[in-house]
């Protein structure tokens, strides 16, 4: 399929509303009939015998697929345990995620979908690291796929969206949309 359309959820920070708003956006598309593949490449503080109880797992609730060890891993390659950043998860685990192989596994997923639109849903917020220097931000401008912001309601609110929105701004990242999420 030619006319693809990948997009990325972020937030301003963690635990502010990304796995909530994806779900929403994948029953939604489901609900009009629209084609839409979601995928979550990182996932920190993944609990392998509650299989029900993460992101990716919700993300394939939503898409109504089973949830399985193998559909998670399918759609979340690098699960840690550790809900901390991946940089620290990974060393902390003896584990090895690159940020190369986490842009080509993107890109790689876009391209083999046969779906029209293609959600990844980041971990953190923008500038979490994914290796040494290397950010959510630089995958979002490296891959050349819009976001959608989600930013918590609480005091200092309008300084880390406006931060975010100028990061991405900075770098060429095209916002679809901005969420404030009352969560």
Not at 11 to 21: A, C, R, V
Not at 23 to 32: L, Q, S, V
């Amino acid at each position: 399929m030619k006319n693809k359309n990948p997009f990325f959820i972020t937030s301003t920070g963690t635990e502010l509303g990304k796995t909530f708003l994806s779900e929403k956006i994948i029953a939604e598309f489901i609900k009009r009939g629209k084609s839409i593949d979601s995928y979550k490449p990182i996932l920190s503080g993944f609990d392998s015998k509650d299989l029900n109880n993460n992101d990716s797992a919700k993300l394939l609730a939503a898409s109504k697929k089973k949830v399985t060890i193998e559909s998670i891993e399918n759609i979340t390659p690098w699960l840690f345990k550790e809900p901390v950043a991946p940089t620290i998860a990974a060393k902390n685990e003896n584990k090895k995620i690159t940020y190369q192989r986490v842009k080509n596994w993107c890109l790689h997923r876009k391209d083999t979908s046969t779906s029209k639109f293609i959600l990844y849903e980041g971990a953190g917020g923008i500038m979490v690291p994914i290796e040494k220097k290397k950010t959510f931000l630089d995958l979002f401008k490296d891959t050349n796929f819009p976001v959608i912001l989600v930013a918590g309601s609480y005091l200092g609110t309008i300084s880390h969206t406006l931060s975010a929105v100028d990061n991405l701004i900075n770098r060429n990242i095209k916002i679809i949309n901005i969420v404030i999420n009352e969560g």
